[in-house]
C-alpha cells in the first residue's frame, strides 16, 4: 500500500527558502517516477518538479534553478528544496508517486501519477 505524506510548507516572504519533505511507503525508487506538484487556488495543478531512481531530475521551467527535488533512501523521504520564493510560488504542494517510469515528456504531467499526498500550504508574502 503506497502512503505519502507531506510536511515542512508554512509562510515565508519573498526571498525565502523552504523545505518541504514527503515520507513514502509502498514504493520501489529504483522504478518509480516521483514528483512534487503545486496548486494554487483558481488553477489546475501542475508539476513543479520530478525524479526517477534518486539522480534523473526534471523541473518546470518556473521553477528551474531556484528548486531542487531529492531522495533519501535511508529515511524514505522525498525532498523539494525551495529557494528565491516568489509570491508565483504560493500553493498547496502535493508529491505524487507514478507506477511507472520517468519520461521526460510525462514526469510533469498530472495523469502520469497514480499516489498522492494530502499536501502541505506554502504561502510567500512580498
Known amino acids: 500500500q503506497v502512503q505519502l505524506v507531506e510536511s515542512g510548507g508554512g509562510s515565508v516572504q519573498a526571498g525565502g527558502s523552504l523545505r518541504l519533505s514527503c515520507l513514502v511507503s509502498g514504493v520501489t525508487y529504483s522504478s518509480n517516477c516521483m514528483g512534487w506538484f503545486r496548486q494554487a487556488p483558481g488553477k489546475e495543478r501542475e508539476g513543479v518538479a520530478s525524479i526517477y531512481g534518486g539522480v534523473v531530475t526534471h523541473f518546470a521551467d518556473s521553477v528551474n534553478g531556484r528548486f531542487t527535488i531529492s531522495l533519501d533512501n535511508t529515511k524514505n523521504t522525498m525532498y523539494l528544496q525551495m529557494n528565491s520564493l516568489g509570491p508565483e510560488d504560493t500553493a498547496m504542494y502535493y508529491c505524487?508517486?507514478?507506477?511507472?517510469?520517468?519520461?521526460?515528456?510525462?514526469?510533469?504531467?498530472?495523469?502520469?501519477?497514480?499516489?498522492w499526498g494530502q499536501g502541505t500550504q506554502v504561502t510567500v508574502s512580498s
Open positions: 505524487g508517486a507514478s507506477q511507472r517510469i520517468c519520461p521526460a515528456g510525462l514526469s510533469l504531467s498530472v495523469r502520469w501519477y497514480n499516489y
